[in-house]
């Protein structure tokens, strides 16, 4: 089936540790994103990337970095130097252009982070 | 830069009763609007959207949306809600042509029996 794999599902880490969360898509698709959703503010936009090698910021990036190597893959890395990295993280991914599945998310089981 | 408003964090409403959810966005170009709903203990699901085209959206499970651009509005609407229909509802938004999509702060609805 396709669709978008996140793991792991929770994780627990340290402060002052580096933690990278993985993402990978079947669907073919050429965007891929980050969120982050803690409860009252919604899903806010953490990076997302139209093509391999190339990515945006988006309205929260500082403590955070992504990589795209390839189509299928969007991991997310989560710094020590974000301040409150305790949250749960979504990926997902769209097609892009003028079709009818453009900016249409589909979306990961997401990871919940912990720090302790 | 683009923006969601979505200003009833919680609405409850009793169960068969009509339910409106309010969603403004910021900016006045072209843009695509979506809504999506989050079921407890899931993940995020599309439920309708607007690329173009009439204004008025149906979408899954007897919900619809109306895009008002001259209000610059997406609000959500069902004629009758089901105690099913308890969830999360969160309007995105994005410029037409653009991959940057916004999502608004969520309107947690609760049906009562």
């Known amino acids: 089936d396709g669709g978008i794999t996140q793991s792991p599902k929770y994780l627990f880490r340290k402060e002052g540790q580096n933690v990278t969360l993985s993402c990978e898509q079947n669907?073919?698709?050429?965007?891929m994103y980050w969120y982050r959703q803690d409860p009252g503010q919604g899903l806010r936009l953490i990076y997302y990337?139209?093509?391999?090698?190339?990515?945006q910021k988006g309205d929260i990036a500082e403590g955070y970095s992504v990589s795209r190597e390839k189509k299928e893959s969007f991991p997310l890395t989560v710094t020590s130097a974000q301040k409150n990295p305790t949250a749960f993280y979504l990926c997902?991914?769209?097609?892009?252009?003028?079709?009818?599945?453009?900016?249409?998310?589909?979306f990961g089981a997401g990871s919940r982070l912990t720090v302790l | 830069a683009q923006s969601v408003t979505q200003l009833d964090s919680q609405v409850p409403v009793f169960e068969e009763a009509p339910v409106e959810l309010r969603c403004n966005y910021s900016?006045?170009?072209?843009?695509?609007l979506f809504w999506y709903v989050q079921y407890p203990n899931q993940g995020l699901q599309l439920l309708l959207k607007?690329?173009?085209?009439?204004?008025l959206v149906k979408g899954i499970n007897g919900f619809e949306a109306e895009f008002n651009k001259s209000q610059t509005s997406f609000h959500l609407r069902k004629p009758s809600v089901h105690i099913s229909d308890t969830a999360e509802y969160f309007c995105?938004?994005?410029?037409?042509?653009?991959?940057?999509?916004?999502f608004g702060s969520g309107t947690r609805l609760s049906i009562r029996p």
């Open positions: 997902a991914s769209s097609m892009i252009g003028q079709t009818s599945g453009a900016n249409v998310l589909t």
């Open positions: 669907l073919n698709h050429d965007a």
């Open positions: 990337s139209q093509i391999v090698n190339d990515f």
């Open positions: 900016s006045s170009v072209s843009v695509y």
């Open positions: 607007y690329l173009s085209g009439s204004t």
């Open positions: 995105a938004v994005s410029d037409r042509g653009a991959s940057k999509i916004i």
